[in-house]
């Protein structure tokens, strides 16, 4: 004989556990798509048009370093992870020089350094871009991190990772040169948020702390994972504008989602776990 208990738990319960659970799946695809959206519009009339799923899938990246060995081995493994579990092939190269890169070639270049001054910063980019760049380009924030990318069709990409971070600590070094990499594949603008969301979220309040990290990503979220399968998974080919992409994304998101979490295990070692 069923004990008051367990009646009460039976009757009221489980139906309250499986309305949570869908209140909890309809905010993380609110938050999903809101966050997209604010990431991914362009920022101006004459971009509207432009192709945010822009990778042909068989780019060349030339990565720069001279004694940071295990961040570059560590960045390599995650272009491999997305080359192989995603469709695109990021063929990556590993120098010492920026004269070893094909210049020709190559479309994304990674440099790690602990020389991230202007004069240096100046001297790559005129390598890379082979012209001027603005002078704003040169500043850096605390963590020493910047990417810079042409504008569609080149798409020509500089990621710059100072290998001199926070605290001497190699793993913040890591923190940033995710954030870059994911803000340059993915193609997305900053977003700001209060909440650990994705990794293009971001808590500026107190920029200068050296507590950054306890307000902002240390890693992917499983949302970011749901934009790398729609922006370098094998979406329908006709899908590339940011408004085919949105709607897909809406009317598709359950699949998206599904495909996101077939991921998570792959990608485990580059998640934050505090992530909302």
């Not at 068989?58 to 570059?72: A, F, G, N, Q």
């Not at 994304?108 to 082979?130: A, R, T, W």
């Not at 760049?133 to 991190?145: D, N, R, W």
């Not at 340059?184 to 950054?212: K, P």
Request: proline letters at 3%; aromatic letters at 12%.
């Amino acid at each position: 004989m069923l004990s008051i208990a367990t009646i009460f738990f039976v009757v009221i319960g489980l139906p309250l556990i499986y309305y949570q659970h869908l209140h909890l799946e309809s905010n993380i695809r609110a938050i999903a798509i809101e966050t997209f959206t604010e990431a991914f519009q362009p920022m101006s009339e004459a971009r509207y048009h432009d192709p945010i799923r822009k990778w042909n899938g068989i780019e060349r990246v030339c990565l720069i370093h001279k004694d940071s060995e295990k961040l570059s081995h560590e960045i390599e493994s995650f272009l491999n992870l997305i080359s192989e579990n995603l469709n695109h092939n990021f063929r990556v190269f590993k120098v010492s020089d920026i004269i070893g890169c094909d210049q020709h070639s190559s479309k994304i270049f990674i440099v790690l350094s602990n020389e991230g001054n202007e004069s240096s910063q100046k001297e790559y980019l005129s390598k890379i871009f082979d012209k001027r760049v603005a002078e704003s380009y040169y500043q850096f924030g605390p963590l020493k991190g910047m990417s810079l990318t042409e504008a569609y069709p080149s798409n020509l990409t500089y990621i710059f990772v100072s290998t001199e971070t926070l605290n001497g600590d190699n793993e913040d070094a890591l923190y940033v040169a995710l954030e870059e990499i994911s803000h340059s594949l993915l193609g997305g603008g900053d977003v700001v948020t209060d909440s650990i969301v994705s990794i293009l979220g971001e808590d500026a309040s107190g920029i200068d702390s050296e507590n950054w990290y306890e307000r902002n990503p240390r890693g992917l979220c499983m949302i970011d994972l749901m934009y790398f399968e729609l922006l370098l998974g094998d979406l329908p080919p006709d899908k590339r504008r940011f408004s085919e992409v949105l709607d897909f994304f809406s009317d598709n998101y359950d699949d998206v989602s599904m495909r996101a979490i077939a991921l998570k295990e792959v990608f485990l070692p580059y998640l934050d776990k505090r992530c909302s």
